[in-house]
């Protein structure tokens, strides 16, 4: 089958790891031999290129296409409007996803179902198009687009109408599912399908060459927190944390617009000399990082499928984790990891001190990880595209 998978959360060569959890299952999918894909990617529109503009420089330094791990990727711009952008953001959406879907129709390079990711402003724009172009759609949740989004009165019409309109959707995990349907989503039309891990790429091997190269000292208790620097990744809390655990390390992966703010209160805390932060890494320095330290901690507000749980896991390396949304289905063994008792820094702080009390085997949690293959998610896509096309198809067949 031919799809065109559409989101505005898709890597590219200036952005690499932005929206990677996207490109990773789609690349899963395609490497079964039993699906292609086009990937419309739009960008904000902006008119100055460079880091020194930040996320805007950057997302206007993307290239208009380009060819990543064998799949062609389109970057066409869309324009973000001040004030009215949480508003105006699926309309403009549309309009450029709509032009680029049909230069690809032009050029003879047609598709069967539109794979569409994050339901707002990215589902409901995919919906208009599949509409305006008689095709059928499948959009996928991610987390905050359900767990937070729909709070806006505008938004959650036009994302109940969306779900109301598509053909199906995909959360990826039970939690994000009972909120789409708590929401008046039709439950026969979402199917969970979680994220799997790549265990291949993240493996436990090299653990003492991961923390000699970490520069990490012996005999220390390092944890790492992983993400990008904003409040609702909980960051803050980690460092909190380090008061009551004094002999413990930790190293920071990640950039955005809190790591200012965090580092002021490493500072306050007094325990700057314990936190290094390492700026945003590409998934091979990121598993050098999970390998090499005793523990993953995230302490998120809110997650669908936190992918750095299974990632630090394939390493072998435990972790301590908020109790939030999808995380207890990831974080659902004792060879996982701990839940915190509350996300707070001394729920942080409760959670490694358990760990540190029990030691996970790190063979076992590498072994946990293996549960999660993306095969099952692979399968799970296949089989309800397939359902989808036939439905389409059935008409013409019995009229045949």
Known sequence: MKLLTFSTLYPSAVMPSHGIFVETRLRHLIASGQAGSRVIAPVPWFPFKGERFGEYGRFAATPARESRHGLDVAHPRF????????????????????????????????????????????????????????????????????????????????????????????????????ELVALGADPAKVTALRNGVDLTLFHPAGRDEARAALGLATGRFTLASVGHLIERKGHELVIGALAELPDVDLLIAGAGPEEGALRRLAESLGVSSRVRFLGALPQARLREVYTGVDALVLASSREGWANVLLEAMACGTPVAASNVWGTPEVVASPEAGELMPERTAAGVAEAVRRLRAAPRDRAATRRYAERFSWDATTQGQLDLFHRILAARRSPELRHA
Request: some cysteine; aromatic content about 8%.
């Open 79 to 178: 324009v973000r409007l001040p004030k009215v952008g949480m508003s105006s953001a699926p309309y403009t959406l549309a309009w450029s996803f709509l032009r680029a879907a049909r230069q690809l129709q032009a050029s003879g390079d047609d598709f069967d179902l539109i794979d569409a990711h994050y339901f707002y402003p990215d589902g409901v724009a995919a919906v208009m198009v599949a509409r305006a172009m008689n095709k059928p759609v499948v959009i996928t949740a991610r987390g905050t687009d359900i767990n937070l989004i729909p709070r806006h009165a505008f938004p959650r019409k036009l994302i109940l109408r969306a779900a109301d309109q598509a053909d199906a959707m995909i959360t990826v995990c039970e939690a994000l599912k009972d």
